[in-house]
T-cell receptor, first 116, second 118 residues
Framework: KQEVTQIPAALSVPEGENLVLNCSFT??????LQWFRQDPGKGLTSLLL?????REQTSGRLNASLDKSSGRSTLYIAASQPGDSATYLC???????????????FGQGTILTVHP | GAVVSQHPSWVICKSGTSVKIECRSL??????MFWYRQFPKQSLMLMAT?????????EQGVEKDKFLINHASLTLSTLTVTSAHPEDSSFYIC??????????????FGPGTRLTVL
């Protein structure tokens, strides 16, 4: 069964800290992995998309890495700010078989709180 | 760009009524769209895959007669919640798959529709 797990479930840090969110998946046959941000009551904001052939992607203070062989991805947030407080979701696109695109499977999310 | 819209953004209805939610890809064509449901403090769960010109594929445990999906064009998919009940209250999010020449297809997400059934 293709599963995605995110650790920790919740994280509270003081402003300015660097932090790491973890995502693990059970099947290495993936075509991409995405990190999203979701504010309470809102939709998803795509942060970073990593194709299976890539090892990492960077956008501003965010850096996401991908290690297919170990089934892991990390989202690194540098110099955290109160505005970074949100739920962060990891979604993995698993191959359905051959070159057939399978569905995205979401992790349960990490609730991040950055306090001033 | 790749923009996906949903309408309405929120809806309140009485128990027993039917509600239609639209998902549109504004600047690209999408042969495949997806419908997700998210309950409070939970992650997104895929309900069904909507295929243009053919029947939708439903995930296990999702009632196809309750959640009617129509993908009549390459830019529009609709989800109709029939005879809605309070337990159907949820946040419904759609996504559209954009096919990229020479690259891996990517899903783009709509802003979601909050359904409250009284």
């Amino acid at each position: 069964k293709q599963e995605v797990t995110q650790i920790p479930a919740a994280l509270s840090v003081p402003e300015g800290e660097n932090l790491v969110l973890n995502c693990s998946f059970t099947d290495s046959a993936i075509y991409n992995l995405q990190w999203f941000r979701q504010d309470p009551g809102k939709g998803l904001t795509s942060l970073l998309l990593i194709q299976s052939s890539q090892r990492e992607q960077t956008s501003g203070r965010l850096n996401a890495s991908l290690d297919k062989s170990s089934g892991r991805s990390t989202l690194y947030i540098a110099a955290s700010q109160p505005g970074d407080s949100a739920t962060y979701l990891c979604a993995v696109g698993f191959w359905a078989g051959g070159t057939s695109y399978g569905k995205l499977t979401f992790g349960q999310g990490t609730i991040l709180t950055v306090h001033p | 760009g790749a923009v996906v819209s949903q309408h309405p953004s929120w809806v309140i209805c009485k128990s027993g009524t039917s509600v239609k939610i639209e998902c549109r890809s504004l600047d690209f064509q999408a042969t495949t769209m997806f419908w997700y449901r998210q309950f409070p403090k939970q992650s997104l769960m895929l309900m069904a895959t909507s295929n243009e010109g053919s029947k939708a594929t439903y995930e296990q445990g999702v009632e196809k007669d309750k959640f009617l999906i129509n993908h009549a064009s390459l830019t529009l998919s609709t989800l109709t919640v029939t005879s809605a009940h309070p337990e159907d209250s949820s946040f419904y999010i759609c996504s559209a798959r954009k096919e990229l020449a020479g690259e891996v297809d990517t899903q783009y997400f709509g802003p979601g529709t909050r359904l409250t059934v009284l």
